[in-house]
């Protein structure tokens, strides 16, 4: 075999025979995440179906940081029932949701270097 092949092995060996042990690390950095909880979101009709439904896959974070019309909403969470298994919610519900995540996260005003946007978002 030639030798580039052998070379990330190589380096993955010899980085493993000089990592220090958890011992000789001390105790490990504790990470907890604050939980998030719905009364951190804004009051409104649809704010715990939204988070419950949101937070089902992801924190809901993801969501508070995206800004988009009541349309791109709707295109995303057909988006997230097709790709991604979400349960289609329909009727007065997905309203609901949908009027919340509108009013609450709506698009944000682009930046002046012609602004964001979103790779994940829905085209």
């Known amino acids: 075999m030639r030798l580039f092949y ?4 190589l380096a993955l060996a010899a980085s493993a025979s000089f990592a220090p ?5 001390g105790p490990a950095l504790a990470f907890t995440p604050k939980d998030e909880q719905v009364e951190d ?4 009709p649809g704010r715990d179906e939204t988070f419950g439904l ?8 993801l969501v508070s940081n995206q800004g988009m019309t009541r349309d791109k909403w709707d295109e995303t969470m057909t988006w ?4 991604h298994g979400m349960p289609d919610i329909q009727g007065a519900d997905r309203d609901l949701i949908l009027d ?14 012609g ?5 994940f978002a829905p085209q």
Request: charged share 15%; aromatic share 10%; proline share 14%.
């Open 100 to 113: 919340y995540l509108a009013a609450h996260h709506p698009p944000k005003a682009p930046a002046r270097t």
């Open 115 to 119: 602004g964001f946007r979103n790779p």
């Open 80 to 83: 997230m029932t097709e790709r």
């Open 21 to 25: 042990t958890q011992a000789q690390q």
């Open 6 to 9: 052998w070379l990330p092995m």
């Open 54 to 61: 949101c937070t089902a896959c992801h924190g809901y974070r």
């Open 41 to 44: 979101l804004p009051e409104g």
